[in-house]
């Protein structure tokens, strides 16, 4: 099913964030400003903003590649859209709790240039498990050459519950990238279970369910091009 998107809700929507975040930042600085406050913005060094616009771009373009290495073997004329879909994450990961609206957008986006749900759902996971190593990898080089000048008394503490939730993620996205059979199966089971319990939502469920075993038929194909083939 396509999602249509009303250009005039957009505008609406891109005005009222605006607004609001203006009016937060306002309402932060005027209740927890100060004159330290006030008189490190007059002494910023612009030159320091010009590298950091730098750097996002640098960021942004990297991101939108990173996209295009999966999607290009589909569409190989596809950058645009790669570039738009990592914009939509981006902002809509910074705009909703707990970052959940970027992923959906990333999709939503690429589907409207054409990239099915399944082989942008397929991308997604294998650039999520590539950047979860990556920063795991670089923040392990990091604490290694400045960890001991590190003046935190908790640290380690921290570190460590950080290393055990890293390795139960990366092993759950590892099963369910390797064999996403088994997730279908689960959650087909849960479905079924729910048309039980629900008669009169039973035929929603079951729809439910099936469209659910023919988006993971197809993620699995994608995956496997990907993987295997490309």
Same mark, same amino acid.
């Given at each position: ?18 607004? @609001?975040?203006?009016?937060?930042? %306002? ?20 030159? !320091?903003?010009?590298? %950091? ?22 569409? *190989? ?5 790669? !570039? ?17 609206? /970027? ?44 960890? *001991? ?15 055990? #939730? ?13 064999? *996403?059979?088994?997730? /279908?199966?689960?959650? %087909? !089971?849960?479905?079924? /279970? ?11 469920? #079951? ?8 988006? @993971? ?14």
């Amino acid at each position: 099913m396509d999602v249509r998107i009303d250009r005039k809700d957009v505008r609406r929507g891109i005005r009222l964030f605006l607004i @609001l975040t203006v009016l937060g930042s %306002a309402a932060v600085f005027f209740l927890l400003g100060s004159r330290e406050t006030v008189a490190a913005l007059r002494g910023f060094d612009l030159r !320091w903003l010009a590298v %950091a616009t730098l750097l996002v771009g640098v960021d942004l373009l990297v991101g939108a590649a990173r996209i295009h290495i999966f999607i290009g073997q589909i569409r *190989p004329r596809s950058f645009r859209a790669c !570039w738009d879909a990592n914009l939509a994450n981006i902002f809509l990961a910074a705009a909703t709790p707990f970052q959940t609206g /970027g992923g959906a957008a990333q999709l939503l986006i690429l589907r409207r240039y054409g990239i099915p749900y399944a082989a942008g759902a397929g991308a997604s996971v294998l650039n999520f498990v590539a950047t979860l190593v990556l920063l795991f990898a670089g923040a392990l080089a990091a604490l290694n050459h400045v960890g *001991p000048r590190l003046p935190l008394a908790g640290l380690n503490t921290v570190l460590a519950a950080s290393r055990v #939730l890293f390795v139960i993620v990366l092993v759950l996205f590892l099963f369910f990238l390797a064999t *996403p059979g088994r997730a /279908g199966r689960v959650g %087909a !089971w849960t479905l079924a /279970g729910l048309a039980r319990l629900f008669p009169g939502r039973r035929e929603a469920l #079951l729809r439910a369910r099936d469209r659910m075993n023919g988006f @993971l038929e197809q993620y699995t194909g994608y995956l496997r091009f990907y993987w295997r083939r490309r």
